[in-house]
């Protein structure tokens, strides 16, 4: 299955609205830490390593694209 990058979120307002709850208050470090741990919770839902790597890629060289 190939990454999805066109828009995919029943509710993308809400996810951000979540996200940006979640950072509320936190200074820049723990921001940085709970980005870290979301991250890997994502990719342990992902599970397939191609995938994953489709996407560090994606986000790596076209950060405005998605």
Do not use: Q, V
């Not at 996810?15 to 979640?22: D, K």
């Amino acid at each position: 299955m190939p990454l999805i990058t066109t828009p995919n979120l029943s509710a993308p307002d809400d996810f951000y609205e979540a996200l940006i709850e979640a950072h509320k208050d936190l200074p820049s470090e723990e921001s940085h830490a709970l980005n870290a741990r979301l991250i890997l919770l994502l990719a342990n839902h992902i599970g397939a390593i191609d995938i994953l790597r489709e996407a560090l890629d994606a986000a790596r060289h076209n950060p405005t694209d998605r």
